[in-house]
């Protein structure tokens, strides 16, 4: 069982930035898959990055590439999620999410385990 918790997350004016901590217990990261999903209203669950397991590879969507970063810290079995330059269609409920291999990463149905997500709104 791999418990994850989410913070980080609040308001930001447009063009600022946040940094969403997730924590992980119940197991070491270290051979997890991690990845950042957002929810905003009325749209579906998309991957916004990830960061496999093996190697160093990411996943980044398209509408955050280059804004956003996905790090981890595997000693402190924490990732992160630094958002840059924030816009107001990046509002949404950020979830992390967590598997044990490594393909598929943009696709919500191949991760097992989840936290229960934190509210990030970009104002205008």
């Known amino acids: 069982q791999v418990q994850l918790v989410e913070s980080g997350g609040g308001s930001v004016q447009a063009g600022g930035s946040l940094r969403l901590t997730c924590s992980a217990s119940?197991?070491?990261?270290?051979?997890?898959?991690l990845a950042w999903f957002r929810q905003g209203p009325g749209k579906e669950r998309d991957c916004v990055a990830a960061?496999?397991?093996?190697?160093?590879?990411?996943y980044y969507a398209d509408s955050v590439n280059s804004r956003f970063t996905v790090t981890r810290d595997n000693a402190e079995n924490t990732v992160y999620l630094q958002m840059n330059s924030v816009k107001p269609e990046d509002t949404a409920l950020y979830y992390c999410?967590?598997?044990?291999?490594?393909?598929?990463?943009?696709?919500?149905?191949?991760?097992?385990?989840w936290g229960r997500g934190t509210q990030v709104t970009g104002s205008s």
């Open positions: 960061s496999m397991w093996s190697g160093s590879g990411t």
């Open positions: 999410a967590a598997k044990r291999t490594s393909n598929d990463l943009h696709m919500s149905g191949s991760y097992a385990y």
């Open positions: 119940g197991r070491t990261i270290s051979t997890l898959t």
